[in-house]
T-cell receptor, first 115, second 111 residues
């Protein structure tokens, strides 16, 4: 079945630094990947849709200059949190549409803590 | 766009009891309804899904029912076990569309 790998699984960084999170589809090509943010005890909030070879589509209220998304190949999308602040601390999860074009497979998530 | 409401937000049951989680959706064109289970700190895992041409689907202790007329669908877990404790999310979408997730239900199964 479709497998999505996400790295790192957790990261601690200092305020003002940038952090890159990678999302890879291991056994299928994903022209579209999705990035979610999840605060404790809350639902998955879609941040942006990552499109291979073109600009990402951001949801309302998500700063595109702060959350840089690059989808340079059919199997890799990256999310870079720039100039991170403590309020950016969250669980970030990527997903990709699987081969059936209905279901979505999620990455393992990245716990970001900004100190 | 699609709007998905999920209830209850928290559900506490005794081991062996049944648990029911309900969702409603707004977009009559939605035709795919997956349910995900998320354990603390882990990724959501698809546990069961149903498409609009089916009214009910069952997989061992888990079942999902769909009422397209009323635009609601439910997850039923029978003979609950402590390992069923997790957050459950419903979602609704159309083919090739991004799914809209419910707010989640925290299920607690007491041994």
């Amino acid at each position: 079945g479709a497998v999505v790998s996400q790295h790192p699984s957790w990261v601690i960084c200092k305020s003002g630094t940038s952090v890159k999170i990678e999302c890879r589809s291991l056994d299928f090509q994903a022209t579209t990947m999705f990035w979610y943010r999840q605060f404790p005890k809350q639902s998955l909030m879609l941040m942006a849709t990552s499109n291979e070879g073109s600009k990402a589509t951001y949801e309302q209220g998500v700063e595109k200059d702060k959350f840089l998304i690059n989808h340079a190949s059919l199997t890799l999308s990256t999310l870079t949190v720039t100039s991170a602040h403590p309020e950016d601390s969250s669980f970030y999860i990527c997903s990709a549409r699987d081969l059936t074009d209905y279901g979505y497979t999620f990455g393992s998530g990245t716990r970001l803590t900004v100190v | 766009g699609e709007n998905v409401e999920q209830h209850p937000s928290t559900l506490s049951v005794q081991e062996g009891d049944s648990a029911v989680i309900k969702c409603t959706y707004s977009d009559s064109a939605s035709n795919y309804f997956p349910w995900y289970k998320q354990e603390l700190g882990k990724r959501p895992q698809l546990i069961i899904d149903i498409r609009s041409n089916v009214g009910e689907k069952k997989d061992q202790r888990i079942a999902v029912t769909l009422n397209k007329t009323a635009k609601h669908f439910s997850l039923h877990i029978t003979e609950t076990q402590p390992e069923d404790s997790a957050v459950y999310f419903c979602a609704a979408s159309r083919r090739s569309y991004i799914p809209t997730f419910g707010r989640g239900t925290s299920l607690i199964v007491h041994p």
